[in-house]
């Protein structure tokens, strides 16, 4: 996930890459929109059922994109991150931000005197709980401290690999134990689901580092001129992911074995995976034919970070007498006016996306001293208030 306010890379960019992220960020607004305002009967509609499923694909998109920008990114910078030069801070104050603003978005209360005492246990739960950025953020450091350690290409890919397979593994188990009882909450939290999270390192972490595993594997097909090759193998790869899965998931109802939370399933992970993969695919193919450069999906995708807490912040954030717009018209919208809202909501963030692209790209040095001011003074007012 891209974040502000560094400058846009200008040789390492690959649009089918942005294509996806920006579609991703792009369904994640109407999924917000339509989570919290439409009306409860339209839920049990068939047509919602088929928009919810598609709404699911949204967080698997984004979390292996991530990964699969992160190594394609770090390549070039390795030998200024093994030495500890300015990459390496950079890296490491990019991936605090997301994890910064991941924490800002569950604030209690927008002050921190409020925030330590009339915090409850249920509302310290709430903010400890593992969002997408959490995830994200964790899956960063995950991919940056091993490339760090593992300077083998062979070595790091088998790596991301096996760490992939064992964390999906692993969750079926995971899920079956309530780990606030053991660990402090904060920790807790990103373990599994039964408190609030709804993005935990289990399974949701495998996202990215099978991200971070293709990522390694088209570098290699791209240094060897083999890319098309490696997107059709990339492919059918997906293809049969997804074909398993359907089978073994229909096989696992009529044995009625399926586990309590469908998410533990390694089916739904692999099942997800192979559609992300085949997503992807498209956006590649796309991306070649139209000799895609310019596009308000594009600049979407490429300032993901701004665009994913701005959002939030208008649906969520609890500007009018400590009150949202998710307070004052949640569960009350039938589907023509979520719709509508939807489309407002895309066309402000895209304008947005575009015009903070512009800046970053035109005006470096004012673009940083805006986000550093904007940065300073909300942190004044949460310690002030």
Same mark, same amino acid.
């Given at each position: 996930?891209?974040?502000?306010?560094?400058?846009?890379?200008?040789?390492?960019?690959?649009?089918?890459?942005?294509?996806?992220?920006?579609?991703?960020?792009?369904?994640?607004?109407?999924?917000?929109?339509?989570?919290?305002?439409?009306?409860?009967?339209?839920? *049990? /509609?068939?047509?919602?059922?088929?928009?919810? @499923?598609? $709404?699911?694909?949204? !967080? &698997?998109?984004?979390?292996? #994109?991530? %990964?699969?920008?992160?190594?394609?990114?770090?390549?070039?910078?390795?030998?200024?991150?093994?030495?500890?030069?300015?990459?390496?801070?950079?890296?490491?104050?990019?991936?605090?931000?997301?994890?910064?603003?991941?924490?800002?978005?569950?604030?209690?209360?927008?002050?921190?005197?409020?925030?330590?005492?009339?915090?409850?246990?249920?509302?310290?739960?709430?903010?400890?709980?593992?969002?997408?950025?959490?995830?994200?953020?964790?899956?960063?450091?995950?991919?940056?401290?091993?490339?760090?350690?593992?300077?083998?290409?062979?070595?790091?890919?088998?790596?991301?690999?096996?760490?992939?397979?064992?964390?999906?593994? *692993? /969750?079926?188990?995971?899920?079956?134990?309530? @780990?606030? $009882?053991?660990?402090? !909450? &904060?920790?807790?939290?990103? #373990?599994? %689901?039964?408190?609030?999270?709804?993005?935990?390192?289990?399974?949701?972490?495998?996202?990215?580092?099978?991200?971070?595993?293709?990522?390694?594997?088209?570098?290699?097909?791209?240094?060897?001129?083999?890319?098309?090759?490696?997107?059709?193998?990339?492919?059918?790869?997906?293809?049969?992911?997804?074909?398993?899965?359907?089978?073994?998931?229909?096989?696992?109802?009529?044995?009625?074995?399926?586990?309590?939370?469908?998410?533990?399933?390694?089916?739904?992970?692999?099942?997800?995976?192979?559609?992300?993969?085949?997503?992807?695919?498209?956006?590649?193919?796309?991306?070649?034919?139209?000799?895609?450069?310019?596009?308000?999906?594009?600049?979407?995708?490429?300032?993901?970070?701004?665009v994913y807490a701005a959002h939030l912040l208008v649906i969520y954030g609890q500007f009018w007498h400590e009150r949202s717009l998710a307070f004052?018209?949640?569960?009350?919208?039938?589907?023509?006016?979520?719709?509508?809202?939807?489309?407002?909501?895309?066309?402000?963030?895209?304008?947005?996306?575009?015009?903070?692209?512009?800046?970053?790209?035109?005006?470096?040095?004012?673009?940083?001293?805006?986000?550093?001011?904007?940065?300073?003074?909300?942190?004044a007012l949460f310690f002030i208030g």
């Amino acid at each position: 996930m891209d974040n502000t306010p560094a400058a846009a890379p200008k040789h390492s960019r690959l649009a089918f890459i942005d294509l996806l992220r920006g579609w991703a960020l792009i369904v994640m607004i109407e999924v917000h929109v339509f989570n919290t305002f439409i009306v409860p009967a339209t839920r *049990a /509609t068939s047509w919602f059922h088929v928009l919810n @499923f598609i $709404n699911g694909l949204v !967080a &698997p998109s984004f979390t292996f #994109i991530s %990964g699969f920008v992160f190594v394609l990114a770090s390549q070039r910078k390795l030998e200024s991150y093994r030495m500890l030069g300015s990459a390496f801070w950079k890296q490491l104050g990019r991936i605090g931000l997301v994890w910064g603003v991941g924490y800002f978005l569950h604030l209690p209360f927008f002050s921190f005197h409020r925030m330590m005492t009339e915090t409850t246990g249920e509302g310290w739960l709430r903010f400890y709980q593992a969002d997408v950025l959490h995830c994200i953020a964790f899956g960063l450091m995950v991919l940056f401290i091993s490339r760090l350690l593992i300077k083998n290409d062979h070595h790091y890919r088998r790596f991301l690999l096996t760490s992939g397979i064992a964390v999906v593994g *692993a /969750t079926i188990v995971v899920w079956n134990y309530d @780990f606030l $009882n053991w660990i402090p !909450a &904060p920790i807790a939290a990103y #373990i599994n %689901g039964l408190h609030y999270s709804l993005f935990p390192l289990f399974p949701w972490l495998a996202f990215m580092l099978f991200g971070g595993y293709f990522s390694s594997e088209y570098i290699t097909a791209r240094t060897n001129h083999k890319e098309k090759e490696f997107i059709l193998r990339f492919a059918l790869t997906g293809a049969v992911l997804l074909s398993v899965c359907i089978v073994g998931m229909a096989l696992q109802a009529d044995l009625s074995i399926l586990p309590i939370d469908i998410r533990a399933n390694p089916l739904f992970f692999f099942e997800r995976l192979g559609i992300v993969m085949l997503l992807l695919t498209i956006c590649w193919f796309y991306a070649d034919a139209r000799k895609t450069e310019k596009s308000f999906v594009l600049d979407v995708g490429r300032e993901s970070l701004m665009v994913y807490a701005a959002h939030l912040l208008v649906i969520y954030g609890q500007f009018w007498h400590e009150r949202s717009l998710a307070f004052y018209y949640g569960k009350s919208w039938n589907a023509a006016e979520c719709l509508g809202s939807t489309m407002v909501l895309i066309i402000a963030m895209s304008g947005s996306a575009i015009a903070w692209g512009w800046m970053k790209r035109n005006h470096l040095p004012l673009a940083r001293m805006m986000f550093y001011i904007f940065a300073g003074t909300t942190a004044a007012l949460f310690f002030i208030g």
